[in-house]
């Protein structure tokens, strides 16, 4: 059974950095595509970046030049570091796991809270 496990949230001012974490157990070989997606409260949930076996990687706009995905697949471990944090960045950040890069989303994590203050 797969899993998939996020860490790293938490609570920064605004201009700061966070990095996340996430473990991806339970693949027979690897998953295809990584990302991370978040939701705020009432708002749709909106993917962040993806990055796919071989390195490539997409991001929403929003984030793109102060958001950098990675992984490491011995470990089958992704990360997101994010800098230049703002307010609007605050949400609930997923962590998925998939076998296409359109749909990079057979499995999600529970999430992780990041809260940017002002």
């Known amino acids: 059974q797969v899993q998939v496990a996020e860490s790293g949230g938490g609570s920064v001012q605004a201009g700061g950095s966070l990095r996340l974490s996430c473990v991806v157990s339970g693949y027979t070989d690897s998953p295809y595509c990584m990302g991370w997606s978040r939701q705020a409260p009432g708002k749709e949930r909106e993917r962040v970046a993806r990055?796919?076996?071989?390195?490539?990687?997409s991001y929403a706009e929003s984030v793109e030049g102060r958001f950098t995905i990675s992984k490491d697949n011995a470990k089958n471990t992704l990360y997101l570091q994010m800098n230049s944090l703002q307010p609007e960045d605050t949400a609930l950040y997923y962590c998925?796991?998939?076998?296409?890069?359109?749909?990079?989303?057979?499995?999600w994590g529970q999430g992780t809270q990041v809260t940017v203050s002002s």
């Open positions: 998925a796991a998939g076998n296409t890069w359109y749909g990079c989303n057979n499995y």
């Open positions: 990055i796919n076996m071989q390195g490539g990687t």
